[in-house]
T-cell receptor, first 112, second 110 residues
């Protein structure tokens, strides 16, 4: 099992560009989520999904879109990148219920 | 509002020098206290879950304990490979997601 796989690992964008961060898991977990991690602020939830076709907003959803067409994939789209979106992004998955989350390796995004 | 704080922000230890990290939480109805380890450039990796006050869990040189308002991660005779950022989290916020603390960055010097 590969666990949770994120691509790319690094990305530089210009302000106003759009891009998609990919996330795939092979553990058949129903629950998937996206977090961003900024220095001194901990991990903050962007969007989450409880299953295919169902998504919802987290704490900091503005400027991001998600979709969940399959159990395995949960891409995060940046619509029009802004310097404030410079961060490290983590995708996570876990079974339904209060269980530990499994995280991907992260995508370090820089918006210039 | 659910909140998690951690102290200290950073900790430098000599190899073999034991210490403790603190995680304080404010939640309405604790459904578990989770500890993760995060190495530089990597995603968080699960260590422990504690569910009730008085509970303890151990893994190698790490022992996690829980009270009604805080959790401690005790590190006994640490080694340089224990250097990492340690995060604690509680279920809360949105859906079944977690509210994370900002982490404690631990450096163990040889």
């Amino acid at each position: 099992n590969a666990g949770v796989t994120q691509t790319p690992k690094f990305q530089v964008l210009k302000t106003g560009q759009s891009m998609t961060l990919q996330c795939a898991q092979d553990m058949n977990h129903e629950y998937m989520s996206w977090y961003r991690q900024d220095p001194g602020m901990g991990l903050r939830l962007i969007h989450y999904s409880v299953g295919a076709g169902i998504t919802d907003q987290g704490e900091v959803p503005n400027g991001y879109n998600v979709s969940r067409s399959t159990t395995e994939d949960f891409p995060l789209r940046l619509l029009s990148a802004a310097p404030s979106q410079t961060s490290v992004y983590f995708c996570a998955s876990n079974p339904l219920g209060v269980t530990e989350a499994f995280f991907g390796q992260g995508t370090r995004l820089t918006v210039v | 509002e659910d909140q998690v704080t951690q102290s200290p922000e950073a900790l430098r230890l000599q190899e073999g020098e034991s210490s403790s990290l603190n995680c304080s939480y404010t939640v309405s109805g604790l459904r578990g206290l989770f500890w993760y380890r995060q190495d530089p450039g990597k995603g968080p990796e699960f260590l422990f879950t504690l569910y009730s006050a008085g509970e303890e869990k151990e893994k190698e040189r790490l022992k996690a304990t829980l009270t009604k308002k805080e959790s401690f991660l005790h590190i006994t005779a640490p080694k340089p490979e224990d250097s990492a950022t340690y995060l604690c989290a509680v279920p809360g916020g949105y859906g079944q997601n977690f509210v994370f603390g900002p982490g404690t960055r631990l450096s163990v010097l040889p």
